[in-house]
């Protein structure tokens, strides 16, 4: 294990803040297919509404997360340039947004609930790194008031 810069060991999620890009590309062409085969599906026309909302999805979150996918539309460049650089929070709301508004349609086919889970799991990824890693068992000893040692609160009477 090679410590950071900080002297500290790397955090246990360090491959998902580094590839964080990649596996919402990868789930958000996942979407797209189970958004595609939603739409086609001729049981409701809800879930083609439903279907067709989670192609945008997934064409929104690739504009942002891995533009040379959808580097033949239009829109694309502008929406990666404008989230280019924006906190991982912005990210997370955007993308619980486009994963919510399809469940208003009240789509029930399998395909539309595996695209809804791949979409829910880029959001909970974004929202996760915004939340950041856990803090050691020492350091929440301390901000509790124990001290990292003996285990015991710090009381400023005791002996």
């Known amino acids: 294990m090679i410590p950071s810069p900080t002297g500290q060991p790397p955090a246990a999620s360090w491959w998902v803040e580094s590839w964080s890009s990649q596996i919402s590309a990868a789930l ?6 189970f958004g595609l085969i939603t739409a086609i599906s001729p049981f409701s026309p809800l879930c083609i509404v439903a279907g ?7 064409a929104i979150i690739l504009a942002v997360e891995a533009p040379t996918f959808v580097a033949f539309l239009r829109f694309a460049q502008g ?3 404008f989230f280019e650089g924006k906190p991982n929070y912005m990210k997370a709301a955007v993308y619980g947004v486009l994963t919510i508004i399809p469940l208003f349609t009240g ?11 791949a979409s829910l799991a ?3 990824l974004f929202g996760l790194l915004t939340l950041g890693r856990k803090a050691s068992r ?7 008031g124990g001290t990292p040692t003996t285990g015991q609160p710090y ?4 002996p």
Do not use: D, N, Y
Not at 52 to 58: G, P, T, Y
Not at 138 to 144: C, R, Y
């Open 28 to 33: 958000a062409i996942a979407l797209a297919f």
């Open 52 to 58: 067709i909302l989670q192609l945008i999805a997934a």
């Open 79 to 81: 929406v990666g340039r």
């Open 107 to 117: 789509c029930s086919g399998v395909a539309f609930f595996l695209g809804f889970i």
């Open 122 to 124: 880029i959001a909970a």
């Open 138 to 144: 020492a350091e929440m000893q301390f901000q509790a």
């Open 155 to 158: 009381s400023p009477t005791s």
